[in-house]
C-alpha cells in the first residue's frame, strides 16, 4: 500500500503565498514522476505542475513563473510554492505519484485526498 499525505492548504489573500507538501509511504520501491493538480467547483482535474525523477519539470501556463515545484527523493516528498497567488487559483489541489509498490510489477498511478486553497480577500 502506498498512501500520500498532503498539507499546506489553507486561506490567502491575492497576492499572497502559500507552501504545499505532500509526502508518500507505504511499501514504495520507486517513484517516477511527482506532480500537482487541482480541480476548481464545475472544473475538470488539471495539471498545476510535475517533476521527474532527474529533476525535469513542467508548469501549466497558467502558474509559469509564480509557482515552483520541488521533490526531496530520499524522503518521497513533493512541494509547491505559490507565489502571488490569484483568486483564480481557488481550488483543491492533489498530488499524485507515479511509482512502482516493493515488490510490484508495474507503475501506478497514486493520487492524495486534496488540500483546499482559498485565495480571497
Known amino acids: 500500500q502506498v498512501q500520500l499525505v498532503e498539507s499546506g492548504g489553507g486561506l490567502v489573500e491575492p497576492g499572497g503565498s502559500l507552501r504545499l507538501s505532500c509526502a508518500a509511504s507505504?511499501?514504495?520501491?520507486?517513484?517516477?514522476?511527482m506532480g500537482w493538480y487541482r480541480q476548481a467547483p464545475g472544473n475538470q482535474r488539471e495539471l498545476v505542475a510535475t517533476?521527474?525523477?532527474?529533476?525535469?519539470?513542467n508548469y501549466a501556463d497558467s502558474v509559469k513563473g509564480r509557482f515552483t515545484i520541488s521533490r526531496d527523493s530520499a524522503r518521497n516528498t513533493v512541494s509547491l510554492q505559490m507565489s502571488n497567488l490569484k483568486p483564480e487559483d481557488t481550488a483543491v489541489y492533489f498530488c499524485k505519484i507515479n511509482a512502482r509498490a516493493t515488490g510490484g510489477l508495474g507503475w501506478i498511478n497514486y493520487w492524495g485526498q486534496g488540500t483546499q486553497v482559498t485565495v480571497s480577500s
Open positions: 507505504g511499501t514504495i520501491g520507486s517513484i517516477n514522476t
Open positions: 517533476i521527474t525523477s532527474g529533476g525535469f519539470t
